[in-house]
């Protein structure tokens, strides 16, 4: 939501913003009419910070701000010349890209200059809300809150309202206090234009430290809010029962329950509990293509229950990866910050099922989690200024026998507006559990070792660079964390120089990369030397072409290899809202054979919108490698495959249907492959829900899902298993 040029800002200086107690009642409806917002503080000065740079925006914004004994509320009123081409689809939360219009706020509550929540609404009301972490650098819009938005527009623009009760926030004691606050605008139409109350200066290395004071908030909430969701479930489901084409099974009928509990003692602190969780509201991942992969691949967090103060589990090294807790039978948190210093806490018991990542240097393989385990994740962050300090601890004790303990120490250091050092060491010890039917390791041996990363980046107007080194020993272990590559030192080095010129392309950024990495005992894993350029331009395109010189390390020897790789993005319109496509063509590497072949890796995605209720998402990848034979000429070796289409259709903001399939295929040559492998492989998932939601806790679920695997010899998809269930969550707040 705040990328491109907003997100590269350097130290402004703005007048604080007093704020009043609101006169009256408001309710938020899309109308500011309300004696509420009568004397609420105007703010009329705004900055198009993207493509301009703080120049006076090309269209008029203006944002009201008051609160009262409940809620904060931010009001805006948006001049748009043409309010026909203001794109503003319905959609599921969060689902609100940077090729359509909203607004809203930033709000630094903490007052630290680091952590932010963004609220942000399009003119139908569609929320969007995440966390902005200057330490980590990262927007995450996995958590979400309780507020509330309404947008109308008009014959003239826009009108937003934002309601935002004060216990979905967390701030420190005292009366009165003082936040920091940034309003924003995103309005795409020829380029995509990005107007704040705040200059943002070009070159830096923060963004929420560039907002600006909030003054005058008295007697607010102290704390004591209570949130109940208990959760019922119904769940019918049937099974091949040796896999597809035999005899189908189906089971009984089976009913479940379980609690998520949230208090906030005080107005800084969160306590969350869970009772046997349930997940089913979790859309499924986007298949990856792990054909010719050396290392596992990463899917992102989206359950509830670990997402208060999500970026305090965001560290350098990933040593926290909480889809590794894969069936939590029950959990606690705790999360707060007292005066300069924040921390968050995690004890929860897992279940078992899923995969545990077994690192390697140059690879890494998956073995089965068939063991409960106990999980423990602590981390504690002391704020120095723009300056932090943090230690993070975590461990997991297996039923039965085997732990993985892990803990060290991390930094980050502003010695400028323009430069960020960062570092982090820890130290892991283990013991496998006694599982040598599952993994060759795990025979209850003992491992010990150290992961060490450390950068330093640099940001200017026009000049920015990035030096970063990676050193872990072969027996670090993070299993709670997500560190497929172990035994190894990297050494990374970036630099860019960016020209922003007018007329269809206006940034324009030039690069060099150099990459080297070595096993602990000095053999060369990978050398990379690469070139290329970005840019952004009109129909908020963005292009990226570079080519890479690599040396590759395929079993006892490495090999060269020489590519192509591209990114090409652009939103022309509403309908074709978002489109791309981007991957590699050149020399590729055949890890299993340890040969040089030629191939490529193309993915494709469209997001149209027929309607403003209909929204279509296509997802396409395909790879393939072609290698030498003995006797001359190519041959293909494998094609593989990702078939995905998602269409939603959005009744109104609380209600939706969507359907997806997703086919997912692999060809192989076996006679070019050294192991026995299958010629051919395929599967099919398909689903369907029904969702009402009146917030992000209560909520109506009804849905099906279907899985199908491919039969080699048939070429048919049989069916492998499939299930109807509904699920009904209430939240109850006090």
Known sequence: MMSGAAAQAAEPETPPIGIHRAAGPITVDGDLSDEGWKGAARIETWFEVNPGDNTP?????????????????????????????????????????????????????????????????????????????????????????????????????????????????????????????MLYRNYPRDYRYQFFNVRLPRGGSCFVCRSGPL????GLPSGGHLVLAPYVTGRQAGAAADGPGTPWVNEKVKGDGGLDVKWTPTASTALDA?????????????????????????????????????????????????????????????TGKFGATAYTA????????????????????????????????????????????????????IQGGGHNRVVGPDFQWRPSDKDTVTGQVLFSDSRTPVRPDLADEWDGRSLKGHGALGWWSHNTKTVDWFGQYKDFADDFRADVGFVPQVGYRQTYAEGGYTFRPEGFVRRLRTFVI???????????????????????????????????????????????????????????????????????????????????????????SATVRPTNHLELRFNEARRWLNVDLPTGGRSRLFSASVDRLRATYTFTPRAFLRVIGQYVTTRRDPSLYVDEVARKDGSFSGSALFAYKLNWQTVLFVGYGDNRELDEVTEHLGRVDRQFFVKLSYAFQR
């Not at 938005?149 to 309601?163: F, P, Y």
């Not at 003054?215 to 008295?218: A, I, K, P, V």
């Not at 070139?531 to 890479?548: C, E, H, I, Q, V």
């Not at 309908?575 to 981007?582: E, I, T």
């Open 514 to 604: 150099g990459d080297r990495s070595t096993d602990r005992e000095g053999r060369l894993l990978n050398r990379q030397l690469s070139f290329g350029t970005g840019m952004d331009g009109k129909w908020n395109s963005f292009l990226r072409l570079w080519y890479a010189f690599d040396r590759v390390r395929a079993g006892d020897g490495t090999l060269p290899r020489q590519q192509l790789l591209y990114i090409v993005q652009l939103s022309p319109s509403l309908v074709f809202n978002q489109v791309g496509v981007d991957g590699n063509v050149g020399e590729q590497i055949d890890f299993d054979g340890a040969r040089t072949g030629f191939g490529a890796t193309i993915n494709l």
């Open 274 to 334: 869970t009772i046997n969780p349930d997940f089913s509201q979790i859309e499924s991942d986007v298949a990856q293509i792990g054909v010719n992969e050396r290392f596992a691949l990463f899917f992102p967090e989206k359950r509830p229950f670990f997402l208060e103060g999500v970026e305090l589990l965001s560290t350098p090294i990933q040593a926290v990866y909480t889809r590794t807790i894969t069936a939590p039978r029950w959990g606690v948190r705790g």
């Open 57 to 181: 925006p090309k269209v008029k914004n203006v944002g009201y701000l008051t609160y009262d004994d409940k809620f904060f509320y931010a009001g805006f009123e948006f001049e748009d010349p043409e309010p026909a081409k203001i794109r503003a689809p319905l959609g599921d939360r969060d689902n609100t890209p940077s090729s359509t219009d909203y607004a809203g706020v930033l709000l630094d509550t903490r007052n630290d200059g680091k952590t932010g929540i963004l609220f942000l609404a399009n003119p139908r009301g569609i929320l969007y809300d995440a966390v902005m972490d200057d330490v980590g650098g990262n927007e995450d819009s996995s958590p979400d809150f309780y507020w509330d938005a309404k947008g109308r527009i008009t014959s003239d623009g826009w009108v937003l309202e934002l309601k935002i009760p004060f216990s979905s926030l967390r701030y420190p004691k005292g009366d009165p206090r003082t936040w920091r606050i």
């Open 346 to 397: 995690l004890f929860a018991q897992d279940g078992g099922g899923g995969s545990v990542t077994l690192p390697g240097p140059n690879s890494s393989d998956l073995a089965d989690q068939e063991f409960r385990s106990f999980v423990a994740v602590g981390r504690l962050r002391r704020d120095l200024g723009r300056s932090s300090v943090s230690v993070l601890g975590t461990d997991r004790e």
């Open 215 to 218: 003054t005058g908030l008295e």
